[in-house]
């Protein structure tokens, strides 16, 4: 492929190009993340199973049918700002936002349980990596959140969609975060 064709396909993607770094290489950092759960896990299945099974998979699963949704809103604010109607994108980023922050309340909730339960960083390695990896996560939906805001308030077609590439980030992460740490044997 030439250089200028190379130009060509990066230049077609939505908001800005450091923002794909930066998605890339958080992408990446999660995935390492993934990996050396899945490689730990193979030295003690039964016990990650027995980890696995106090986890609330019914709030998993409504954080990733919230966050799903979320995505979807994001997606609606750039559609609407591309028709040149700035109230209904930053009311779509709005609602993305206040989905965002309705998973964190459901991940605080879920953490307060377990911390009741005495089920903590050092109880099993399951929940090392369970804390490390949704925390981590968790930290990127605020941030997500606080982007959102300021897209909100400087909404230019690009802003919104350098922005929402993040949040779509968010989402995707979690949806490989969900099946892997509540659901797979």
Not at 127 to 138: K, N
Request: hydrophobic share 55%.
């Amino acid at each position: 492929m030439s250089e200028g064709a190379t130009e060509s396909r990066l230049s077609e993607l939505p908001g800005d190009l450091m923002m794909w770094v930066l998605i890339v290489s958080e992408l990446l950092v999660f995935g390492a993340g993934l990996a050396a759960f899945l490689a730990v896990r193979t030295t003690d299945t039964g016990g990650f199973a027995e980890a696995q099974d106090l986890l609330d998979r019914t709030a998993g699963g409504i954080n990733t049918a919230v966050l799903v949704t979320s995505g979807l809103c994001a997606a609606l604010a750039v559609r609407w700002r591309r028709a040149h109607r700035r109230l209904g994108a930053r009311l779509w980023l709005g609602a993305a936002a206040l989905l965002g922050g309705l998973f964190l309340w459901v991940k605080a909730v879920e953490y307060g349980d377990k911390i009741a339960a005495g089920i903590g960083t050092e109880t099993h390695p399951f929940f090392t990596f369970y804390y490390l990896l949704t925390g981590f996560h968790a930290a990127h939906v605020a941030a997500g959140i606080i982007i959102l805001g300021l897209i909100a308030w400087r909404d230019s077609l690009n802003n919104l969609e350098t922005g929402t590439a993040f949040w779509h980030m968010v989402d995707l992460v979690w949806v490989l975060l969900f099946p892997v740490i509540y659901l797979l044997r």
